[in-house]
């Protein structure tokens, strides 16, 4: 819905605070689609070890590597994408608050929406190709994704949770230091609300 008022008002159409808005709209509402259709893999292994579920430990077809075949990793490497976009879009929203509260005069500095857009749709870019190029191989596709479901690979052999694995420097990584900075703007724009100006106080 919001994404059909910001395209109907023609007046913020091109506004910095539209584009951004807009751009974090259609980022999760690619991604929930994306969730809803392809988060099941089709040609998931069907020899799973029942055992396994029951013991809470990782499933044969989970361990069991043959050539990439189906849209799984694609699938993958679009959520890895968009959900990606989606925090960095919030981050650079929050960016612009922060720089509109500190200019609030002057503004946004020109060439910020541009730097913007380009941050806000490449770094994804770069974070899923830097992930594909180490991770991924076609005779290998389970050191990039999970066999059960198309998602990034998080565990070793050993059910442990793998830091060397894309889930956490492929993802969790990125969207950590983006909420650190999200905060950080929280804070700052708290204390700047709630400090009293000596001005007004006189």
């Known amino acids: 819905m919001e994404i059909f008022f910001f395209v109907l008002h023609r007046k ?3 506004s910095a605070p539209t584009i951004l808005l807009v751009s974090i709209c259609v980022c999760m509402t690619i ?3 994306l ?3 392809g988060i099941k893999n089709p040609n998931a292994s069907l020899d799973r070890d029942i055992r396994a579920s029951e ?3 990782i499933p044969s077809s989970d361990l069991h590597q043959e050539p990439d075949k189906g849209p799984c990793t694609a699938f993958t490497a679009l959520m ?3 959900l990606l976009a989606t925090f960095t879009w919030n981050t650079l929203y ?3 608050i922060f720089v509109l509260i500190r200019k609030t005069l002057s503004g946004p500095p020109r060439g910020s929406l541009a730097v913007s857009i380009a941050i806000g749709w490449g770094f994804p870019a770069v974070v899923v190709a830097i992930t594909l190029g180490v991770t991924y191989r076609v005779d290998d596709p389970l050191g990039y994704r999970r066999e059960e ?3 990034l690979a998080a565990l070793n052999q050993d059910e442990e949770f793998d830091f060397g694995k894309p889930l956490f420097w492929g993802f969790l990584l990125p969207v950590a230091i983006m909420l650190l900075l999200n905060t950080t703007v929280l804070i700052y ?3 700047s609300t709630c400090k009293k100006d000596p001005l007004l106080s006189r």
């Open 149 to 151: 479901f198309c998602w």
């Open 189 to 191: 724009f708290g204390i």
């Open 55 to 57: 013991e809470n430990t």
């Open 80 to 82: 890895q994408y968009f």
């Open 31 to 33: 991604y929930y689609f």
């Open 94 to 96: 929050a960016g612009h």
């Open 35 to 37: 969730f809803l259709f």
């Open 12 to 14: 913020s159409r091109k």
